[in-house]
């Protein structure tokens, strides 16, 4: 028994010491919506989008704590939590899935490189399939990572309800920016 | 009996393995802030006549126009009150902090300046730690109608001037139903048939009820009912109102009929009112539009 233990420990350390060293994560993320509306155009953002990249396994995770959004005026932030999108109950938005890149031959991320992450996509708690386009690459120092994305959200794909009477002045279309910077995940 | 050293390879594994899954797999959802004060007891800063304890945040404006038209009692040749015209109140609030802001204002009735404070000093919680949020509101108005009609009789800025005091306590119980209490009070330096409140009374109390119930998340219907503590009969009765408030994503609409014409809340208090068992009521509306003039 006194041999096997090195070999446990020798087997483990190898099995998650390249995987680790491939995953990025982030918390301070920058996400955007805008909403162009006929009689109104804003936008509301928040710096607590949370992510996390594995370059080996290709899998991504993000979410965003809803409550954290800001539209410029506290009384629409309000509104926006408690009759739009019901942050007690369904307080984050979130995607889950896999991802690849969009060309083959990888072998530096120096430059943005575009892919594509297929996965899940939920918030107010319906959740949807999702194709997003985005782009990664190395931050300056090589330490890090960034991804940049954006997507349109319909409110009525996630039962965000939108009566006829406020059509002029909240988009049923949602265009969703993120940039997130992350750093090499390190036990 | 097991080995001491693959008993220390087995607790070794399992820590490691502890740390490095929950991150191979999905992030913990954490919530940035965890003890939320609760939000939208009621739509806007005002609810059919009375504040609330509804507050901006530091460098918002709040823009309110009020009006109050004509009893229904007049008919349909008078479209029930619209041909009748309307009291309108103007408002201007900013916020000089998250829980404090100063207004001022403009009605119609008596051609009432008036100006004010509120203070946000108790906020309700979501995880119950205070149960309630109570805010401060004091205000003076100064009425600027002509009276020269009154020949050789003197009516000063002091007479001109009026007082009132409010605490509103609101609590919201479920996403549906909120309810509010507002001990108030007001003072008018001068009373008498030249200004529009019926009694001769300087001191006026009462207590406002406020409650709000949401139909869905843009809709509510609201009610009002102020109690006056002073007996004076017929001369001031408690006022009464219904309505429906209507939140679009850049403002809030409020429609409401209600048994005053008073739109400031010290004449909302002291103010004359229709009789509303008997057609006494009057159709009224608020638009509120808030700006965010610096961050």
């Known amino acids: 028994m006194r041999r096997i233990a090195p070999l446990i420990l020798l087997l483990l350390s190898s099995a998650y010491a390249p995987l680790q060293a491939q995953k990025y994560f982030g918390e301070t993320g920058f996400a955007e919506f805008e909403s162009r509306a006929p009689a109104l155009t804003f936008t509301g953002v928040s710096n607590n989008l949370a992510g996390l990249i594995d370059l080996q396994t290709g899998m991504v995770d993000f979410y965003l704590d809803l409550t954290t959004l800001d539209t410029g005026i506290a009384l629409r932030n309000r509104h926006m939590r408690d009759s739009y999108l019901n942050t007690r109950n369904f307080p984050f938005a979130e995607f889950t899935g896999t991802f690849q890149f969009n060309e083959p031959a990888v072998d530096t991320l120096l430059q943005p490189r575009p892919v594509t992450a297929t996965g899940v996509f939920t918030i107010h708690g319906i959740s949807r399939d999702r194709q997003v386009e985005g782009t990664v690459q190395f931050t300056g120092d090589g330490t890090g990572l960034v991804l940049e994305a954006s997507f349109e959200v319909a409110l009525e794909d996630h039962n965000i309800d939108r009566p006829r009477v406020v059509f002029y002045e909240l988009s049923d279309i949602q265009r969703v920016r993120i940039r997130i910077e992350m750093e090499q995940y390190d036990e | ?295």
């Open chain 2, 1 to 295: 009996m097991m080995n001491k050293s693959f008993g220390k390879a087995v607790i070794f594994a399992v820590l490691t393995l502890g740390l490095v899954l929950p991150v191979r797999a999905q992030l913990e959802r954490r919530m940035v802030v965890q003890d939320r004060p609760v939000e939208l007891t009621f739509m806007a800063p005002r609810s059919i006549n009375l504040l609330t304890t509804e507050m901006l945040s530091r460098g918002e404006m709040h823009y309110a126009i009020m009006h109050s038209f004509g009893e229904l009692e007049n008919g349909w040749r008078n479209f029930y009150g619209i041909d009748n015209g309307a009291v309108i109140r103007f408002s201007l609030e900013y916020g000089i902090a998250d829980d404090f802001s100063v207004f001022v204002g403009r009605s119609g009735l008596d051609k009432v300046f008036d100006t004010g404070v509120r203070y946000r000093f108790l906020r309700q919680m979501e995880d119950g730690s205070m149960p309630v949020s109570v805010a401060l509101t004091a205000s003076t108005g100064l009425n600027s109608s002509e009276y020269n009609f009154l020949g050789s009789t003197e009516f000063s800025l002091y007479d001109r001037t009026s007082y009132y005091a409010g605490l509103p306590v609101s609590r919201k119980f479920s996403d549906s139903v909120s309810l509010q209490l507002t001990p108030m009070m007001a003072r008018f330096n001068r009373t008498g048939f030249e200004i529009s409140i019926p009694s001769d009374a300087r001191w006026y109390y009462g207590i406002g009820l406020s409650g709000r119930y949401r139909i869905t998340g843009r809709l509510a219907l609201t009610g009002q009912f102020i109690w006056s503590e002073n007996d004076l009969g017929d001369a001031v009765r408690n006022n009464v109102a219904l309505g429906l408030d209507i939140e679009t994503g850049g403002h809030v609409f409020q429609l409401f009929f209600t048994t005053t014409q008073s739109l400031n809340d010290a004449y909302a208090l002291a103010g004359r009112n229709g009789n509303p068992m008997d057609g006494g009521f009057r159709f009224g509306f608020n638009v509120n539009r808030l700006f965010m003039l610096h961050r």
